[in-house]
């Protein structure tokens, strides 16, 4: 069982990234998957999630700004971020929802001001 997470880079601010993560190991379709960050020196927060029915849900303060996505076939999820600002910086992790998986190494994300 793998999830990579990949994409991650430095971008400045107001620009766009979009990070994916190829899930193995297990059916992916069934599960409900998400992205979580983690900044330094803080927790590991929740960004957004995407249930099988493809029906997405974010953290309400990046609505406006990220959009997650799935492609059953390719076992990926992706997570679309536009406008990013440097509170934005941190590593990128995904992850089932349920039943949670171990943690893979994520993709760091830095934007700059």
């Known amino acids: 069982v793998q999830l990579q997470a990949s994409g991650g880079g430095w971008v400045r601010a107001g620009g766009s990234l979009r990070l994916s993560c190829v899930s193995s190991?297990?059916?992916?379709?069934?599960?409900?998957m998400g992205w979580w960050r983690q900044a330094p020196d803080n927790q590991r927060e929740w960004v957004a999630s995407?249930?099988?029915?493809?029906?997405?849900n974010y953290k309400a303060s990046l609505k406006d700004r990220f959009t997650i996505s799935r492609e059953n076939g390719n076992n990926t999820v992706y997570l679309q971020m536009d406008n990013v600002q440097p509170e934005d910086t941190g590593v990128y992790y995904c992850?089932?929802?349920?039943?949670?998986?171990?943690w893979g190494q994520g993709t760091l994300v830095t934007v700059s001001s």
């Open positions: 190991g297990f059916t992916f379709s069934e599960y409900t």
């Open positions: 995407i249930n099988p029915s493809f029906m997405p």
């Open positions: 992850n089932r929802i349920y039943n949670r998986l171990p």
